[in-house]
Antibody, heavy 121, light 109 residues
Framework: EVQLLESGGGLVQPGGSLRLSCAAS????????MSWVRQAPGKGLEWVSG????????YYADSVKGRFTISRDNSKNTLYVQMNSLRAEDTAIYYC??????????????WGQGTMVTVSS | EIVLTQSPGTLSLSPGGRATLSCRAS???????LAWYQQKPGQAPRLLIY???SRATGIPDRFSGSGSGTDFTLTISRLEPEDFAVYYC??????????FGGGTKVEIK
């Protein structure tokens, strides 16, 4: 069964840091681009960051550029996002999501259950 | 950045009814790289439609997508109780940022 399992969320003070992880199973992890998508409480979905299967290409939303770093360890089938200089507006459920196909643009066919990040003093 | 505007914000319908959800893009979505997702409370989004009109694996045929360019539609032909949820469109073309619409809530009338 294809699965994504996020971890690492929690309460952090403004200006603090947090690293989220997403453990993948049931597919050839290194072949697929992955992304982080977040959802603030009661709000819609916002794409945050993406990474190619090899890890050689990374992409960011303007709202997190320079503060968040996406990475992956294909030997561990794990996706990460390092979040620095956190702000109250970063408070959200963070989902990792798998691209549906190996090549070319595609939708997210598999999502994790999400991990909650709360930025508050 | 491509802005996606979904309408209506809320759709109140009865089970068995037909739902028509709209997603309008601020510029043409290349190669119909447009997806629809369903999200229920406390759950992650689920892919319904990709490529504007292709159903994802396991999605019932009462869900259908259509459109191209800047105007896209998700139709649910006969609403089942489990279909009451929030629906999001997303464009995933060749450039970032990938963007989502604001969502349409389909609620029981």
């Amino acid at each position: 069964e294809v699965q994504l399992l996020e971890s690492g969320g929690g309460l952090v003070q403004p200006g603090g840091s947090l690293r989220l992880s997403c453990a993948a199973s049931g597919f050839t992890f290194s072949s697929y681009g992955m992304s982080w998508v977040r959802q603030a409480p009661g709000k819609g979905l916002e794409w945050v960051s993406g990474i190619s299967g090899s890890g050689g290409n990374t992409y960011y939303a303007d709202s997190v550029k320079g503060r968040f770093t996406i990475s992956r360890d294909n030997s561990k089938n794990t996706l990460y996002v390092q979040m620095n200089s956190l702000r109250a507006e970063d408070t959200a459920i963070y989902y990792c999501a798998k691209k549906g196909s190996i090549r070319g643009p595609d939708a997210f066919d598999i999502w994790g259950q999400g991990t909650m990040v709360t930025v508050s003093s | 950045e491509i802005v996606l505007t979904q309408s209506p914000g809320t759709l109140s319908l009865s089970p068995g009814g037909r739902a028509t959800l709209s997603c309008r893009a601020s510029q043409s979505v290349s190669s119909s790289y447009l997806a629809w997702y369903q999200q229920k409370p406390g759950q992650a989004p689920r892919l319904l439609i990709y490529g504007a009109s292709s159903r994802a694996t396991g999605i019932p045929d009462r869900f259908s997508g259509s459109g191209s360019g800047t105007d896209f539609t998700l139709t649910i032909s006969r609403l089942e109780p489990e279909d009451f949820a929030v629906y999001y469109c997303q464009q995933y073309g060749n450039s970032v940022p990938l963007t989502f619409g604001g969502g349409t809530k389909v609620e029981i009338k």
